[in-house]
């Protein structure tokens, strides 16, 4: 699989030179947001590494990518599932040697009936942060390897407005009439911790991470939520394009919007 090819990665040791194009993943990259991630970061000139748990899903956003000419590729993965994450790593190693953007896009919202504080069902809490927080860690340590293979990789971890302590506390801002959940707002927090966590620790190799705050995004995600959605999923893609697609002097452990820094 390299950036001439439309079929599989190759596997064993008869392996393609190295890509000129950069190589990035997007979990989730199968539909909403991530789904406009992937195609972005094509016209970036970038090949795209789809993750989707379900082969069929990433299949049919590959083939829509290729149809608008990206140079995509789709790649089963669960972030739940070790497996599935230690798979697409050898996947990656084999056909392309590094990997030089990660976009942990991949992320659920829980029921929204069951994160009240004191009506709080923990199965919910917990498949949450699984998926929001343990799932964005298993990967970006499986990939880790492949990032530090990179002249200057960038990883990008998709937030929320809602994880941000400084915004959903200030009794002027909308975040704060935001209903009290125990789920998916604190496992946005908490990511943003890993986010700095791993800037930290790879800031001298020259990996930059950041956390994107895509805004409220018309995407299945959030309708039925009963939550205002006015931005489209391009725009709130956008913001993580625009993090994968730094500088080598660009910001790392930072938490940004359309419009700049978020609040912590």
């Not at 970036?44 to 990206?70: F, I, Q």
């Not at 506390?169 to 911790?193: C, E, Q, R, V």
């Not at 895509?214 to 959605?229: I, K, Q, V, Y």
């Amino acid at each position: 699989m390299n950036e001439n090819t439309s079929g599989p990665p190759p596997t064993g040791t008869d392996l393609p030179p190295g890509p000129t194009r950069r190589v990035a993943l997007v979990t989730g990259g199968n539909r909403g947001i991530g789904a406009q991630i992937a195609h972005q970061l094509a016209t970036h000139g970038m090949t795209v590494l789809v993750g989707s748990r379900d082969p069929a899903h990433g299949a049919g956003a590959v083939a829509d990518l290729r149809a608008a000419g990206a140079d995509a590729h789709p790649l089963v993965l669960d972030v739940t599932d070790p497996a599935t994450i230690d798979n697409a790593a050898a996947e990656i190693r084999a056909g392309y040697g590094r990997l030089d953007v990660l976009v942990n896009n991949a992320g659920i919202a829980g029921r929204l009936d069951s994160q009240a504080p004191g009506l709080a069902d923990m199965d919910t809490v917990r498949a949450t942060f699984e998926t929001n927080v343990f799932g964005v860690i298993g990967v970006t340590e499986a990939m880790l390897p492949l990032l530090q293979r990179s002249a200057g990789a960038r990883v990008v971890n998709i937030s929320s407005d809602v994880g941000s302590l400084g915004q959903t506390t200030d009794p002027d801002h909308y975040m704060s009439k935001i209903p009290a959940g125990l789920a998916y707002g604190p496992s946005k927090t908490a990511l943003n911790a890993v986010t700095v966590q791993y800037a930290k620790e790879l800031g001298p190799d020259g990996i930059l991470v950041n956390a994107a705050a895509p805004g409220a995004c018309d995407t299945d995600f959030t309708r039925g939520s009963g939550l205002a959605a006015p931005r489209t999923a391009a725009q709130g893609a956008a913001v993580a394009v625009r993090l994968a697609d730094l500088p080598a002097d660009g910001a790392t452990g930072g938490f940004f919007g359309e419009d700049g820094p978020v609040r912590w």
